[in-house]
């Protein structure tokens, strides 16, 4: 049986890792000249930096027993330390109670009263936005923890986002965060990526051809069956690749526009441009991981310090930051040019007093047009619609893009293992 999996991220990988198990002969396509999609490390010089801060982190024990068995010694257990900058001052982030020092002391005490009323005496209601934001009956601490940065980050006024992200990513921080640092969390020594290498290195062992550099651009169709896949691959040109099966990542808007389907609804997301900068200096946010940026007027929401996730990430005497910049894409700072965008980051970074200007090296820009889904009601509706629609009798569509929702890494590999067992059983049974 001959399946094509298209994508090397972890949802992608692990798809291939359950076919190859089931005696499958596996051809894997990966646009990128590296495996990981999102969850992918990059080497710059003796630095390494990761799109975005990835931090393996999960409640199954399926997965930490991959993990485990998948990264060995490399793996390292972590406690994330984040800080909100707020007024040039940094604030715990989850929220704890230290934070209401902050605020004017009527603010406090009421925020408090809430508080304690709220956890101990009223039912809340975890899927409700409105429930989330009268939950402090004051503007002031609302505000400065979630509404501007929420709207900073997706664009979009937060009572537009779908209640199931809210519930997922917003409450538990506010309600459970004493327990969020009791979740397991993990690292790999060399980056995130090196997780996927792992995985790559496995799938190849067993048979399974990954095919780096090589984009799938259309789809064969023969009586509602995928008979083959067109991949163009740099200096070689086209060539066609016969299936029994089709696994695909592909972002969701990609995949409708090669089915040639039509008058289907927008679906909506965010990207991310990413500026990696060598300092010159061994610390710069000595025991924190990342710092957040609520505010409207700094283009970043998010940096972090990837030598405080590992020790490899930098050389001793030297460290680095990522910047991360939310836009929508082809707006805003997507479409300048990359002297310019890292010009803004170092001014805004040296304003934040976060570094100095003699202390900036090298600077590197990369922009990631699929980063996250939008999360909005809306966007949900159009997402199940698209997804209906896809009935192709030999094609599963897995990952945090060709389903178009927020998966963490966890989940993203189990996608992707999901998937192949669907596709598998349902041709086994034909």
């Known amino acids: ?27 894997l396509f990966e646009k990128k000249p590296i495996v990981g999609g999102l969850s992918r490390s990059i080497s710059f010089g003796p630095f390494i930096y990761d799109i975005g801060p990835h931090v393996l982190h999960t409640d199954s024990n399926e997965s930490i027993s991959f993990f485990k068995t998948m990264l060995e010694s490399s793996l390292q257990l972590l406690k994330i330390y984040s800080k909100t900058y707020i007024s040039g001052k940094l604030h715990n982030f989850p929220p704890t109670i230290t934070n209401l020092k902050y605020f004017p002391l009527p603010v406090a005490i009421k925020t408090l009263k809430n508080l304690i009323k709220n956890k101990f005496f009223r039912k809340i209601d975890h899927n409700s936005l409105d429930s989330f934001e009268n939950l402090f009956d004051n503007d002031v601490f609302y505000n400065a923890y979630y509404k501007t940065f929420t709207r900073k980050f997706w664009g979009i006024s937060p009572n537009l986002l779908e209640t199931g992200w809210v519930q997922k990513r917003i409450f538990p921080r506010f309600f459970h965060s004493p327990l969020m640092g009791k979740r397991w969390q993990g690292y790999p020594k060399n980056g995130i990526g090196e997780l996927p290498k792992r995985m790559a290195k496995l799938l190849m062992s067993k048979g399974v051809k ?207 293992r999901s998937a192949a067992k669907r596709i598998f059983r349902r041709y086994s049974n034909r």
């Open 1 to 27: 049986m001959h399946a094509v999996v298209i994508g090397g991220g972890l949802a992608g990988l692990s798809a291939a890792l359950e076919l190859s198990l089931n005696g499958c002969t596996v051809n």
């Open 210 to 416: 990954i095919n780096l550099n090589c984009e799938v651009v259309a789809y064969l169709i023969k009586d509602n069956v995928v008979k083959s896949v067109s991949v163009c691959t740099p200096g070689i040109g086209m060539n066609d690749v016969q299936c029994d099966i089709l696994i695909t990542t592909q972002a969701l808007p990609d995949i409708i526009t090669m089915l040639g389907y039509e008058n289907m609804p927008q679906l909506k997301y965010r990207s991310l441009i990413y500026v990696f900068i060598t300092l010159l200096k061994e610390n710069v946010l000595k025991d924190i991981h990342s710092v957040y940026f609520p505010d409207s007027i700094t283009v970043f929401t998010r940096i972090y310090e990837p030598k405080r996730y590992s020790l490899n990430c930098s050389p001793e005497d030297k460290s680095s930051l990522v910047v991360e910049i939310p836009c929508s894409y082809g707006e805003g700072l997507w479409g300048e040019e990359d002297q310019k965008i890292i010009s803004i980051v170092i001014n805004q970074l040296i304003d934040h007093n976060i570094i100095k200007l003699e202390d900036v090296g090298d600077c590197v820009v990369q922009k990631e047009k699929y980063a996250y889904p939008l999360p909005s009601h809306v966007n949900k509706r159009n997402v199940v619609h698209s997804l209906n629609n896809i009935n192709l009798q030999n094609m599963e569509v897995c990952g945090r893009f060709g389903l178009f929702s927020y998966l963490n890494m966890d989940e993203s590999i189990q996608s992707g």
